[in-house]
């Protein structure tokens, strides 16, 4: 991924990702209590969308208007210009972060927060370095 000159709108997301990040990250660490689980996938859930609100406002930086402003289209576009490596990855992500949205069931909760910990945050933390590194 090319360098790119970030507005200050960009910026200031990024450094919201880097609070959401922080956060997601005390909550992975906590004990699996169900108070914590709902923490962690609350806090999933917000650091999913500073993401790829961010990947969006890069791709604007960067000349893009023709994706849409939703979160398939950008991840899309985001894995064609390099942004993000793994496009399957990704989509669990999203399907994860819309099971917590749409329905609660304690099994399902218990295996997506076990997917946040295992997968999902290595990559935001992956994605938020990459950001930093690729803008100026």
Do not use: C
């Not at 990024?14 to 609350?42: F, G, H, I, M, V």
């Amino acid at each position: 991924m090319r360098k790119v000159n970030y507005s200050d709108r960009t910026l200031l997301e990024l450094r919201k990702l880097d609070e959401a990040l922080a956060t997601l990250e005390e909550s992975a660490a906590d004990n699996e209590t169900r108070q914590a689980r709902d923490s962690l996938l609350l806090r999933y859930v917000y650091t999913f969308e500073m993401a790829w609100q961010a990947m969006r406002l890069i791709l604007a930086d960067r000349g893009d208007t023709e994706t849409p402003r939703v979160a398939f289209s950008t991840l899309e576009t985001a894995f064609v210009v390099g942004m993000i490596r793994d496009a399957e990855l990704w989509k669990e992500m999203r399907e994860a972060r819309n099971a917590v949205v749409h329905a609660y069931d304690e099994g399902e909760a218990i295996a997506l927060a076990a997917f946040v910990r295992s997968k999902a945050l290595p990559e935001l933390k992956q994605l938020a370095t990459g950001l930093r590194v690729n803008g100026a």
